[in-house]
């Protein structure tokens, strides 16, 4: 039976700008398990970035806040935990990596010192050798040679870059590494070396993930459950097969399975889902995908949805509310 | 053949249009944005009044009588209701001379900024598109003339030249047109790269033609902010040329001047020099906030 | 590459001098000189010959060390430029100290503590800095401190104390545009991915302020404060000029209001001089301090 590591409970994250206030995170639950890799799915806007942030409490300062929810690890809820705390969790025992690997590195700084930083914060009795010992280390996880760590950020390529923040991210053996879109921005083979890395890593180090991705592909190759996320909620969510090979989905679901282009069948056009992401200040009542929502009904536009179980197959639809 | 680059041509002119309408809506934008923030307008008001008071001077201010004239007998009182400001040590009224040096000083440098923004345009433009060799050589130029500081080199051109108002601006233009040079260099090298250029080529526009047409009206953002904070340290430059006796000659009354005059009596008749000195401080001071507003609306990353 | 702009620099400065109207000889013996005396003065000072003859032979006096003899005090130039330049070098040193310490200072506070109040009082008083006049500040600063309060000397330049005054006038512009390109510099560093990196590592937040994003947001600052360098050293003219500090800056205006060419020249030579050297000490300096720059030279090995 797979074990709880991590559990979002009604988590509500809100943008408060100038103008008006965004809604980006709306009743959301999660739940990832020891060493599983979790693909949280969605179009951008979804509230996928916002959700990671807010489990390590690195939300913008005064614009973004959290309303409602608990986040529970370990027993503690991350949302009452003290900042002291935070911190000594950040890097250590959960990690984040971002998209873009060519802005995330400190330019004035060599690459070696950057992981060192991570190791000895989190390990204050560790001597310089012993730092210099697991920053090596990590290079050769991550195949990139040892020596190369007195060099700078600028010096390497956007592929070996990411490799040195995944190396980063890794370094203290975290429990919970959350990886928001890691190969979104590089190339599309090096996509596939990355991807390849963090699942050898992962099984290594027995790390959990939550991977956020709007590449289907992606989530086939290295996920072993799936969260589908639209408008800051949850609407569906399994194991792998559960989702891929499942027969009952949201509609949302099989739009996105749908828009795929498939390089078998004969096609003139794409088939996208129809409409767009709603503004996350002017959410729709009820279902929020009902404008879009090929299946709406007339309850969908006034109650929002119960969650459908099927085992580990959750749907959150009107559809298959009396089952 | 024929169909294929006919469609060119209007795809060029699609993008040309594109542009053009882009600026205009751009326009929109900016001063929307520039609204919102109130010191600019606060700014923009203030230097309204002053541009204003300075034009209308003459209808109530004769120059003889109240600028020029000495009145000994009224000399050095305080602020009373017939002398607003006060009278200066030659009893002339000084609020009348403030709005006279309003005149002096904004016509003086708002020419400086305008013949430094067209030779930096040129050469700026220049530079920056043709690069090369004219660029090197232009760019070495300039370097030469930062390299002295600016207040040295003002003073030893009005000193050797003479001490007159073309001679102090040229001075001034000559200090200044570096800085312009760099900026428009810089913008034209940023827009040289962009699609529109290539449509503009496209259809047959000849280099200046595409600068002038094309380049510069997209390089205005940057040009503005830094031509309105220019006129402000124009401005102070001015006063502080005058004060040493190289800029406006007197009996033509300058802020700077003024000061300088007013010193012998400044421990008995502070008043003397808060009047002058409060003047280029509002002027500078509206011309800063217009600038600092017109670089925040122009700024994308400052829209919400 | 300095060379050339220096070369540069003299030519533009000789030539401008030399449009001087009026015939110097002439000036110094009076009109009732006779037309001998008059060209064999003229031969004495070199001013014979044409303008390529003339600046040829004064560059080479210039690059041996010789910058010729005041016409009025008839002392070598170098001399009388020399004497005056400990007092601007003080003046300008004490500037440049408080406009780059407290600029840096204040631009970091307002950065950080953005839209609070203190933000905008920095905000507001670099505005206040930015449109004043540096000579009307001396003024003020004399009614209020050495008159009124009477904390400090009206002028003299014995004691360190002599300087703070005429110090904080003459940095006022460059105390402004240092706050302000900290501030602009520190609040861009500020929202950058590697900052959000860092906290993500579990930084304490003044490692992050002060490591991962100052060292980043001070390097356009550095090459600010050596160009405020070159500039404030020719500044210090109006400020001398109130404080009645005997500089260089006085000396010139001095020598132009008597028409003595050689001391004007020498003096904007050796100031050109000075700031091309700070300005390529400051750009070897960044090269140094900026790894992406360092590394451009390094690869060249």
Not at chain 1, 278 to 300: Q, S, V
Not at chain 2, 29 to 39: A, E, T
Not at chain 3, 276 to 289: C, Q
Request: glycine share 8%; charged share 20%.
């Amino acid at each position: 039976m797979a074990e709880k590591l991590l559990e979002i409970k009604n988590l509500h994250v809100i943008y408060k700008t100038d103008d008006a206030t965004v809604r980006a995170v709306n009743g959301l639950n999660l739940i990832v398990n020891k060493g599983s890799t979790l693909g949280l799915v969605g179009e951008t806007g979804a509230g996928k970035t916002t959700t990671c942030l807010s489990i390590l409490r690195l939300l913008p300062d005064r614009v973004g806040e959290i309303t409602e929810g608990t986040i529970e690890y370990n027993g503690e809820d991350l949302l009452k935990a003290s900042e002291e705390r935070m911190r000594e969790i950040r890097g250590s025992e959960i990690s984040m990596i971002f998209q873009d690997p060519m802005t995330a590195l400190n330019p004035v700084f060599t690459v070696g010192d950057q992981i060192g930083e991570v190791v000895k914060l989190h390990n204050p009795k560790f001597t310089n050798e012993d730092v210099i010992d697991r920053v090596e280390t990590m290079f050769k996880l991550v195949g990139l040679p040892p020596e190369r760590r007195v060099e700078y950020p600028h010096q390497f390529s956007g592929g070996m870059k990411q490799r040195i923040v995944i190396a980063m991210a890794l370094a203290c053996e975290p429990l919970l590494l959350l990886a928001d879109e890691p190969t979104t921005a590089l190339d599309v083979t090096i996509q596939a070396q990355v991807l390849r890395l963090m699942k050898d890593l992962k099984q290594k180090l027995q790390t959990a993930m939550i991977l956020v991705t709007h590449d289907l592909g992606v989530v086939a190759q290295t996920c072993d459950e799936v969260a589908i996320m639209y408008a800051g909620e949850i609407i569906e969510s399994g194991t792998l097969a559960d989702v891929f090979d499942g027969e009952k989905h949201h509609p949302y679901t099989v739009g996105l399975f749908g828009s795929i282009p498939d390089i078998h069948s004969e096609a003139d056009r794409l088939k996208p889902i129809m409409g767009l992401m709603p503004d996350p200040a002017n959410l729709p009542e009820g279902c929020r995908f009902n404008p879009r929502c090929t299946h709406c009904m007339d309850i969908c536009k006034t109650e929002a949805p119960a969650v459908y179980k099927n085992g580990t197959h959750e749907i959150r639809c009107h559809l298959f509310a009396n089952q | 053949m024929s169909e294929t680059t006919n469609k060119t041509i209007s795809d060029a002119e699609r993008a040309a249009r594109r542009a053009k309408y882009k600026k205009k809506s751009e326009l929109k934008i900016v001063w929307r944005q520039f609204k919102k923030n109130k010191l600019a307008l606060f700014g923009l008001i203030l230097i309204a009044i002053m541009v204003v008071a300075a034009f209308a001077a003459p209808l109530f201010i004769d120059f003889e009588t109240d600028v020029i004239e000495q009145h000994v007998l009224d000399r050095l009182q305080g602020p009373s209701s017939e002398h607003l400001l006060g009278t200066d040590a030659y009893g002339r009224d000084i609020l009348s001379r403030l709005l006279w040096a309003a005149r002096v000083s904004m016509f003086t440098g708002f020419t400086v900024i305008a013949i430094g923004i067209v030779g930096g345009m040129i050469l700026g433009a220049t530079a920056g598109y043709l690069g090369g060799v004219v660029d090197n050589l232009i760019m070495r130029f300039i370097d030469i003339f930062l390299a002295i500081p600016f207040t040295l080199m003002a003073i030893s051109i009005v000193a050797t030249l003479g001490n007159s108002i073309p001679n102090l601006i040229l001075a001034l233009s000559l200090a200044l047109i570096p800085k312009f040079t760099r900026i428009i260099r810089s913008s034209v090298i940023g827009l040289k790269g962009q699609e529109f250029i290539e449509a503009a080529k496209l259809c047959g526009a000849s280099g200046p033609v595409i600068v002038l047409k094309h380049i510069i009206p997209n390089a205005l953002g940057p040009i503005i902010v830094e031509a309105t904070l220019a006129v402000a340290r124009t401005i102070i430059d001015i006063a502080g040329l005058s004060f040493i006796g190289l800029g406006i000659q007197p009996p033509n009354p300058e802020w700077g001047a003024m000061l300088s005059e007013a010193r012998k009596y400044m421990i008995q008749y502070p008043y003397l020099i808060m009047s002058p000195g409060i003047a280029i401080i509002l002027t500078a001071g509206s011309l800063t906030l217009i600038g600092d507003g017109l670089r925040d609306a122009l700024d994308p990353k400052m829209r919400n | 590459m300095l060379i050339p702009v220096l070369l540069g620099v003299s030519i533009i400065i000789y030539s401008i001098m030399s449009l001087t109207p009026g015939d110097a000889a002439t000036l110094m013996l009076g009109d009732a000189a006779s037309a001998e005396s008059v060209a064999k003065l003229r031969a004495e000072l070199g001013l014979d010959g044409g303008f390529v003859e003339r600046y040829v032979r004064w560059l080479t006096g210039v690059l041996t060390g010789d910058f010729g003899i005041s016409y009025k005090s008839r002392n070598p130039v170098f001399m009388e430029v020399f004497q005056r330049f400990p007092n601007t070098v003080k003046l300008a040193l004490t500037a440049i100290a408080i406009s780059s310490i407290f600029g840096v200072l204040f631009g970091i506070l307002s950065a950080v503590k953005q839209y609070t109040l203190i933000d905008n009082i920095v905000v507001a008083g670099t505005l206040l800095l930015s449109s004043v006049p540096d000579f009307w500040l001396g003024l003020m600063m004399i009614l209020l401190f050495a008159v009124k309060l009477k904390w400090l000397p009206l002028s003299g330049t014995d004691h360190w104390y002599n300087f703070i005054m005429p110090g904080i006038a003459a940095a006022s512009h460059y105390l402004a545009n240092t706050i302000r390109m900290t501030r602009t510099s520190m609040l861009d560093v500020i929202r950058a991915d590697y900052v959000r990196t860092a906290r993500a590592k579990g930084c304490a937040e003044r490692t992050v302020i002060f490591q991962h994003a100052l060292r980043n947001a001070l390097l356009p600052v550095v090459t600010l404060i050596g160009v405020n360098m070159g500039w404030q050293l020719g500044g210090t003219v109006i400020t001398e000029q109130v404080f009645a500090i005997p500089g260089m800056g006085s000396l010139m205006i001095q020598s132009i209001r008597q028409k003595d060419t050689p001391v004007v020249l020498g003096a904007l030579v050796f100031v050109a001089l000075l700031s091309s050297l700070i300005n390529l000490a400051t750009d070897v300096l960044y090269a140094y301090i900026d790894p992406r720059i360092k590394s451009q030279y390094v690869k060249a090995k």
